[in-house]
Nanobody
Framework: EVQLVESGGGLVPAGGSLRLSCAASGFTSDNSVIGWFRQAPGKEREGVSCIRRRDGSVYYADSVKGRFTISSDNAKNTVYLQMNNLKPEDTAVYYC????????????????????WGQGTQVTVSS
């Protein structure tokens, strides 16, 4: 059974940092793409970043480029999203999602392409 479990969300002041984790199970890391998405109240879900775990290729949305870093620890089957210099507009529920069994990484990430989703973790940035 495929499972994705996010953790690391919380409340931080503007300018602060958080590191989100996405612990995966039920599939191997070498043939998967993990995407991070976020959804703020009243807004559509947005693809923030993604990583192809076989070669480490990454993508970032313009809104987070230079502030967020995605990485993968394939031995632990865990993907991280380091978020620095957080802004109030980063406030959202953050989800990780897995695209399993293919090497092609759609960029920007599109939620319809992903097979499995975590439950989400809340990130709140106060001004």
């Amino acid at each position: 059974e495929v499972q994705l479990v996010e953790s690391g969300g919380g409340l931080v002041p503007a300018g602060g940092s958080l590191r989100l984790s996405c612990a995966a199970s039920g599939f191997t890391s070498d043939n998967s793409v993990i995407g991070w998405f976020r959804q703020a109240p009243g807004k559509e879900r947005e693809g923030v970043s993604c990583i192809r775990r076989r070669d480490g290729s990454v993508y970032y949305a313009d809104s987070v480029k230079g502030r967020f870093t995605i990485s993968s620890d394939n031995a632990k089957n865990t993907v991280y999203l380091q978020m620095n210099n957080l802004k109030p507009e980063d406030t959202a529920v953050y989800y990780c999602a897995a695209l399993v069994g293919q090497w092609y990484m759609p960029a920007p990430p599109r939620d319809g392409d992903y097979d499995y989703w975590g439950q989400g973790t809340q990130v709140t940035v106060s001004s």
